[in-house]
């Protein structure tokens, strides 16, 4: 069996382990290839060559091959070994998944790697914090759901033509696995809370969140909210009857005691901290708190403007920022400069924006298109085109042919870059995306007939 890098939580760090001089030269080409997909990376002149990123990914592929026969003869063969090797390894692999997510390589294997990477990171800050509900889980679920699915297609197709599965299946699978297991146990926390208290257990989350995010603010400006929230919270206590939450239809006592007076009474403390303190974050904490922020702010401005700016692999720089951070943590908590753990306010400040970080890389990645970058430009210019048609549609009224004769020019110069039914690169290359984008091409030839339709009615 082949180990790769194991990925524990934060709160569970594991020892490195020293790299034996059987493992050095496949380091050293591990180093060489991430060094050149970094190289690739900055070149923005130029869009990325299918058969560059390809042809480095195979290359790794035989590394990794390499690393399997020895990590057998030394018997470390277990999720529980890692070196420098298994990081650097673990580096290439989300490098290539940005890369081929850029190429519009969406649904192959290597593409699922540096969202699984993301979706566990997720999972570990939700467990930390204890701060999530079913809906928070379901958008996770379902795409986890998704690369199951795709992940056994492939090795049920490999198994047919070879019974060793490909080295990336392995780690990808293993990678899977270990999200689902991350899933299962956050299910298992909410599924053990009785429906009667579904209710409160959801409002108590909101509130612990604004709290949260009150806390980002001076005393002043949190005061009339946090006074609202404190109102709220001692009307949910007074629904307890000898300290118990009770079914108001049973009248028993409702599973999920545990956890729904342990997240109102964090929610007292939270809020007594805040009125009482008002600012959370420590001075010499400051630093880490402004490099959240702004990594945040960043984020944000990139989910607005991602389709027209963003290269998957832009988001390379803020994972191994975050990581970085995330690295930090001992015990799920962050520590200030004497080694103490920080104020618990600061605790779920800093946690909050590590967990948004997170959480807007993973919708960056969720939200790209299955087509290359070289195709981005035609894919955006339809996509702008559909929208203004259909709004002409809803709201512009009766259209002559001279009206809409802009809208059929631009779908016409579009259509006209086609090259035997295909849109091509600059090197005359067939970009990966043609479904997507001559899907959008003919719905907006079919709204442009609408149009005119509707104009020879009138």
Excluded at 144 to 169: C, F, H, S
Excluded at 387 to 411: A, H, I, T
Aim: proline share 4%; with cysteine.
């Amino acid at each position: 069996m082949f180990s790769t890098m194991p990925i524990q939580p934060a709160s569970c760090p594991i020892v490195e382990q020293t790299v034996s001089s059987a493992e050095q030269p496949i380091l050293n080409m591990l180093i060489g290839i991430r060094n050149r997909l970094a190289a690739l990376k900055k070149d923005r002149g130029n869009y990325y060559r299918p058969d560059d990123i390809v042809g480095l990914y195979n290359e790794l592929l035989v590394q990794v091959k390499h690393l399997q026969v020895v990590r057998a003869d030394e018997h470390h063969d277990n999720d529980t070994f890692k070196n420098r090797l298994d990081s650097v390894l673990d580096e290439c692999f989300q490098l290539f998944s940005l890369f081929y997510l850029a190429l519009g390589k969406n649904k192959e294997i290597p593409a699922t790697y540096v969202q699984l990477v993301t979706i566990k990171q997720n999972f570990e800050l939700m467990n930390d914090t204890g701060i999530y509900i079913d809906d928070d889980l379901n958008p996770f679920q379902i795409r986890l759901a998704e690369i199951r699915q795709l992940v056994d297609a492939e090795k049920n197709k490999e198994y047919e033509d070879n019974d060793t599965p490909r080295p990336e299946i392995l780690l990808v699978s293993r990678r899977l696995r270990q999200c689902e297991k991350e899933l299962a146990l956050l299910e298992e926390t909410t599924r053990v809370i009785d429906d009667a208290l579904t209710p409160v257990y959801s409002e108590l989350i909101h509130i612990r969140r604004r709290l949260t995010v009150l806390s980002f603010l001076s005393h002043d400006s949190a005061m009339p909210e946090a006074k609202d929230l404190q109102k709220r919270l001692i009307e949910i206590d007074d629904l307890r009857v000898d300290d118990r939450f009770v079914d108001s239809e049973s009248g028993k006592v409702a599973a999920g005691q545990t956890q729904v007076v342990g997240l109102l009474e964090e929610c007292f403390d939270r809020l007594h901290d805040l009125m009482a303190e008002g600012s959370t974050v420590p001075k010499d904490m400051m630093p880490l708190y402004d490099r959240l922020m702004e990594i945040r702010l960043q984020l944000e401005k990139l989910l607005l403007t991602s389709r027209w700016t963003l290269r998957e692999t832009d988001l390379w720089s803020y994972q191994v920022q975050l990581q970085d951070i995330d690295a930090m943590r001992r015990n799920g908590q962050f520590k200030d400069t004497s080694g103490d753990p920080a104020p618990q306010q600061a605790q779920a400040a800093l946690n909050f924006l590590l967990h948004k970080c997170y959480n807007l890389v993973y919708k960056l990645l969720s939200s790209s298109e299955p087509v290359a970058e070289s195709l981005m430009p035609v894919h955006n210019q339809l996509r702008t085109l559909r929208r203004c048609l259909l709004e002409v549609k809803k709201y512009g009224g009766p259209m002559s042919v001279r009206d809409l004769y802009p809208y059929q020019m631009k779908l016409s110069s579009i259509d006209n870059l086609r090259s035997d039914g295909k849109f091509l690169d600059d090197e005359g290359h067939i970009p990966e995306g043609q479904g997507v984008v001559m899907s959008l091409l003919n719905e907006c030839y079919d709204l442009m007939y609408e149009l005119m339709a509707a104009e020879v009615d009138e």
